[in-house]
Structures are given as C-alpha cells and as structure tokens.
C-alpha cells in the first residue's frame, strides 16, 4: 500500500516540479515581451517608456542569470508570492485567487461527487436493460458531447431568462453581503445551481456511459457465467459487477478532473460567477500574465491535490493495491 | 478441450508465420465482407456517420449557399432566422449562417490535424514503450503519467494566451501536444500484449527490425483500435478547441464555433434573447463530437463481436 501511494506521490512531486518549471519558462520562451506589451498599454512616451522598462525589468528581476531568477520563482512560490496582479491593481495574485477560489470549489466539488455517484449508479441500471439503454444512453451521448458553456447558456437562457426561475449572474444578490443569513444562503443557493447543473449534467453524460459499458463487459466474464450457473440472484450477480466496474471508473475519475475543471471556469464565465473561470477571462482580456500564471498554479495544485484523493480512496475500495498484488 | 485449443493455436501461429514469408498477399476479403455486414446493421455506427458526414458536408458546401462571409458586417441588426436569413444576424450585423459553416469548417480542420498529431506523439511513444520495454518505457511512462495529469486546457490557456495563435494550425498542434497522453497509455498497453504473441517471436527471429516489427506486424493487427482511438482524439480535440476559441485564446481572424460562442457571450445574446446567435454553434460541436462518440461505441462493436447487442 505505501509503496504504491509512495510511487504516485512520486510522480505527483515530479509533475509539480515540471508545471512549475513550464510556468517559469513559458514567459521567458515566448515570443514578445511582456514588459514591452504592459509598457505598450500604459502609452508611456518613448523617454518614460525606457526608464519604465528598466524598472520593470528590474523589479521583477528581469536582469539577473536565469538560474537566479528561477531559484528566486520558487522561493516566491513557497512563500505564496506569485507577483502582484495588473489587471486589478493593488491586489497580490494570491490575494485573488483566494477569494475566488472558495466559488469555483462549491461548484466543482458537488458537481464531480454527485456526477459520479448518480453517472455509476444510473448507468449500471441501464446495462443490459434494453428500454432504460434505449432511453438513457443517447441522452448520456449528447450530454457528455455538449460543450460546457453551451449548456450553461442553454439552462442560463431558458431557466433565468425565459422562465425567470433562477436568477442570471453572480454568486448572490447584489444588494446583499456575503453573511451567515438564511437570506443569503437562500440568494447564493439560487444563483448556485445553474452553474452547478450545468457542470453536473455533462460529467454525468460521461459517468453514465463508462459505467453501463463496464457493466456489460462485466456481466459477459467468466465469474458471471459461473454465478448465473449456481442459480444466483441477478441481483448477486450486479452487486459483483458493480463492485468490479468501479474500479476503472475511478481511475477514470481522475482523468476527468482535468476536463470537469475546464469545464467550470468557461461555465462560470457564461454565469459571470466569481470564480477562477470569472479571474482567468479578465486575466487574458488585459494580458494579466502574473495572474494567468498564478491560477495555472493553482489549477495545477489542485488536481494533484485531488489525483492523490482518488488514489487514496483506490487504495482504500482495491484490496489488491493494500497487499501489493499487481491488478490486471 | 485441451487438445483443440493447442490445435487452433499452432493454426494461428502457423498462418502468421506464413503472412510474415509471404507479405501482404491475399487480403482478407471474406472478413472484410463480413465486416462491412455488421457496420451496415450496426444502429450506433450507422447513426453517428451520418450525423458527422451531414455536417461535414454542411462545412464544404455550405459557404457556397452563402454570399456572406463570417466577419461582414452591413446586414440587418439582430433579425431572427427568415427566408433571407436562414440562421437569423448577430447583433452587430453579420450573418449566422456563414458564421455557422465557416465555424464548421474550423472545427474539422483543427479537429483532423490536432487528432493527427495527438496519435502521431500517442503511437511513438506507445510502440516504443509498449515494444522495447525496459528503462525506456520506464522514462516514456513516467513522462506519459506526468503530462496526463496536467489539466490540458491550463496549460493550454497559458500557452495560448503568450504566443496569440493566429492560425488553425497552431491552434491544433497546440492541442495534439497536450492531449496524446492516455492514447499512448492505451496503445502501449496493447503493444506489450501483442509484443509477447508467438507470431512476433517468429517475426523476430526471421531477423526483421524492431520498426519493422512494429509497423508491419503489431500496428496492423490493432489497427481498428488506432482508429478508435483517432476518433475519440479527433471529439475531444473539438471540444478543446471551442473551449479556447470561447476563451478568446483561438485565432482571432478564423471564424469559428467556439468563437461564436464567445461573440454571443459578449454580445449579450442572452439578454437580447437571440437564441439563433448561440444555439447553432452549440448543436455543430455537439452533434460533431456527439456523432463521432457514438460512431466509435458502433465501430467498437463492429470490431469486437463480444460488445454487440444481444
């Protein structure tokens, strides 16, 4: 068990270490500079714009040796640095990204966990099952092929605008402030779902269809076969292919993580959400490079944060990692 | 039993090592029949290629049905979908329909090329892992699992946002480099079974190369599952790539769906309630990369009889 949590764990560090190597060099590889480019936008004229390069190619340190310059990025890193902000300015990047991380998590963390359950469950029913496949499997096809801010403005325009049931933009009434009220919760709840929904729905598609096929793939083997031909409940027989199917699933689950969050920051653009998604528009609207690479960092955190949850909880659902028996 | 599996066995074995001798000589044209046969009964199959081949050919004709072209302006302001309009105009004056097929347009191209080159780095590393085993595929793996983990689209966000992609091509290299990962998993998971097969013991020892090997013998005999895998590389890249273009992160000169999308958001499509602005590109990508899933689901059966319907 450890030696397997010890192996990820190792590439997780290793992955860490590369996303941040690619968040320094990208700036430093590209074509163009962005000082040139900030410079630019402020319409300096040509005597104040050389002075501003040099400051700025000082301050942010610009000048120095790049093995420097990237021992400097780490230690920035470790002590939460990551620059100040030019789109909003006077705020640090992680000043941002931890006020709107809190938003981005309610959607995300609901909509993956009830999206898997219901997707398991729901598409387990269907396999085999030849009136429910017929119905719930090309509802799963064209749901899992929506793009995400497609369903967003979909739900946004029918739910919010037509229907007027939910409201359209933000995490709650503007005339509120965010406070332990029932009012509040009410308002922010309201403005919550359709976000949710959206990123609810799609995941869902997606579970739902690589579980029924499991299902089926697990309903053909042999130990099947041989449950059926000791006369077992076809209810025994599902609770093993169940158990079984899941497996796969939740190594699927930490593929997905990468697509569902991709998903989230264009939903909540479409929801004007304050979220990661709200930060990373506005962040490439000004070119806001220190912010931009910022929430790269963070995204990244993230789904190494949850990758090692799910091999956790692989761990804990697959005996045959606890004892060090390779699975097939 | 025992007997008749050793039998069937050194059969198979036999006409492999006779297709190694004899190379690509007499093509197997009663499977291919039989093949056929299943694809054309196949609902799931059938379904998805029209779908994908109704659009495509809305992509290459369709901006012949129009004089317009996606970026003019000087059409009537927000008009819903008419005789004259098919699709209706956006708010600023363009038409959608030319919108629409040009966006479709791009959405094959980028889809195509970034598959290519999504199967092109996924089949290396695949066949080499898979094939030579040992600290090579030791190294490709770890790298494989490090770029699977990175969310594609941040790196892509980031990526885009430095360089401005001005060009389809750009935009589907971009893609085809970050998301080869889990296809090089698959296909090096199948070549290491087949690698360890009798009839690539006898490919080895009649002296043939390891490319050779890979390329004459291994990757035909998966090559419906490389074309699978194309397929699900080819929807997924759709996707991604409206993703960007939603973003704005795609280029900025070539109309496209995601891009569409983008314009609707920030033309304020909703409040205006011009559903004819937002729901078309929606239902292009869906119905692309849906057609194409569910065309892979069919093909799936089609090659491997254990999944049909029974």
């Known amino acids: 068990m450890s030696r397997y949590l010890l192996r990820k764990s190792a590439i997780y560090l290793l992955t860490f270490f590369v996303a941040v190597s690619i968040d320094f060099a990208i700036p430093r590889l590209m074509p163009g500079n962005p000082i040139d480019s900030l410079i630019g936008r402020l319409q300096a004229d040509s005597t104040a714009s050389q002075e501003l390069h040099g400051f700025f190619t000082e301050s942010f340190g610009l000048d120095e040796p790049l093995w420097k310059q990237y021992l400097t990025f780490w230690r920035g890193l470790f002590h939460g640095d990551l620059g100040p902000s030019i789109a909003y300015v006077g705020s640090s990047v992680t000043e941002l990204i931890w006020t709107a991380i809190p938003y981005t998590l309610a959607l995300l963390v609901p909509a993956i966990v009830l999206s898997y359950i219901a997707g398991n469950r729901v598409g387990a029913m269907a396999a085999r099952r030849k009136t429910l496949d017929n119905t719930v499997l090309p509802v799963a096809y064209v749901l899992t092929a929506m793009p995400y801010m497609w369903l967003a403005l979909i739900l946004a325009y029918v739910l919010a605008f037509r229907l007027q049931i939910f409201p359209v933009s933000g995490a709650y009434d503007f005339s509120l402030q965010p406070a332990w009220t029932l009012e509040f919760a009410r308002s922010f709840l309201a403005h919550w779902f359709l976000p949710f929904l959206t990123l609810f729905l799609v995941a869902f598609g997606g579970w739902a269809i690589g579980m029924r096929n499991l299902i089926i793939y697990e309903l053909e083997s042999e130990y099947t076969n041989y ?102 | 039993m025992d007997t008749v599996d050793q039998h069937t066995d050194s059969v198979s074995t036999g006409t492999a090592a006779v297709s190694v001798t004899v190379a690509e000589e007499a093509p197997p044209r009663r499977s291919r029949n039989e093949t056929l046969y299943f694809a054309f009964r196949n609902r799931k199959l059938v379904i998805g290629l029209s779908v994908v081949t109704f659009f495509l050919l809305l992509a290459i004709v369709g901006p012949w049905l129009t004089d317009a072209t996606p970026f003019e302006f000087g059409y009537p302001t927000g008009e819903p979908p008419s005789r004259e309009y098919w699709l209706g105009t956006t708010a600023p004056g363009q038409d959608v329909f030319a919108q629409f097929v040009y966006g479709l347009r791009s959405s094959f191209v980028v889809g195509a090329l970034a598959g290519c080159v999504a199967a092109a780095i996924g089949m290396t590393v695949g066949f080499v892992g898979g094939y030579r085993g040992g600290a090579v595929d030791e190294i490709l793996s770890v790298l494989t699992n490090v770029v699977l983990v990175i969310p594609t689209l941040a790196v892509l966000i980031i990526v885009a946002a430095y360089l401005s992609v001005q060009s389809l091509l750009a935009e589907a290299v971009l893609i085809g480099v970050t998301s080869w990962p889990w296809a090089a998993r698959a296909i090096r998971a199948q070549t290491f ?118």
Do not use: C, H
Not at chain 2, 272 to 285: A, D, K, S
């Open chain 1, 227 to 328: 449950l059926q031909s000791l006369g077992a409940p076809s209810r025994l027989v599902r609770k093993y292919a169940y158990s079984n199917a899941v497996l796969p699933q939740m190594s699927g689950l930490a593929l997905a993580l990468g697509l569902v969050v991709g998903g989230a920051l264009v939903t909540e653009i479409v929801f004007g959400y304050p979220g990661i998604g709200s930060l990373i528009i506005t962040a490439i609207q000004v070119r806001d490079y220190f912010l931009l690479q910022g929430i790269f960092l963070f995204i990244i955190l993230g789904v190494l944060i949850a990758n090692f949850i799910v091999d956790i909880a692989y761990v804990i659902v697959d005996p045959r990692t606890r004892t060090g028996i390779q699975g097939s």
């Open chain 2, 193 to 310: 079974s087949l690698a360890s097969r009798d009839f690539i013991s006898v490919a080895r020892l009649s002296g043939q190369t390891g490319w050779k090997i890979v390329a004459k013998e291994i990757a035909p005999n998966m090559s419906s599952y490389l074309f699978l895998v194309f397929i699900l590389l080819f929807g997924g890249s759709v996707l991604i790539a409206a993703t960007l273009d939603f973003l704005g992160l795609g280029p900025s000169q070539v109309m496209s769906l995601g891009l569409m999308l983008n314009n609707a958001v920030s033309g304020s499509a909703l409040q205006l309630g011009m559903w004819w602005w937002f729901i078309p590109p929606g239902v292009g990508i869906t119905a692309i990369v849906g057609g194409l899933y569910v065309m892979n689901v069919g093909l799936d059966e089609v090659f491997n009889p254990k999944l049909r319907e029974t």
